[in-house]
């Protein structure tokens, strides 16, 4: 192997898996890219930042559920499981309405609300 060819990899390596707070799409993004392609920032979200954070990183940016319900008087199922990671889309109705929260539904959608205060 050449020393170029040593050289790009070692860059490679450093650079991967660096991440940044992109202002102007108020996103959080990080360096990807497979050995035979150019490296590139990837915007990131709350299902692929496992697979691009360190555990540690994920865990102080994860939000618990009781915490994301106690900044709501109204959510959907779908906005739960994309906010909250690990959560069981099974096991969220018997969840919500333990917490307090009742079925609604509109002409366009179902969704959930706060039906008693804890």
Do not use: C
Not at 21 to 31: L, Y
Not at 32 to 50: C, F, K, Q, S, Y
Not at 84 to 95: H, M
């Amino acid at each position: 192997m050449s020393e170029d060819q040593e050289m790009r990899e070692a860059i490679r390596a450093r650079m991967k898996g660096r991440i940044r707070f992109n202002v102007a799409t108020d996103r959080i993004e990080v360096i990807v890219g497979a050995p035979d392609e150019l490296l590139r920032w990837e915007p990131i979200n709350r299902l692929t930042m496992l697979q691009h954070l360190p555990q540690s990183v994920v865990e102080r940016l994860s939000v618990s559920l009781e915490t994301y319900l106690a900044e709501r008087d109204r959510t959907t199922i779908a906005e739960v499981l994309k906010a909250v990671p690990g959560t069981s889309e099974k096991d969220l109705p018997n969840i919500l309405k333990d917490a307090g929260w009742g079925p609604r539904r509109s002409s366009t959608e179902r969704f959930w609300v706060k039906v008693q205060n804890r």
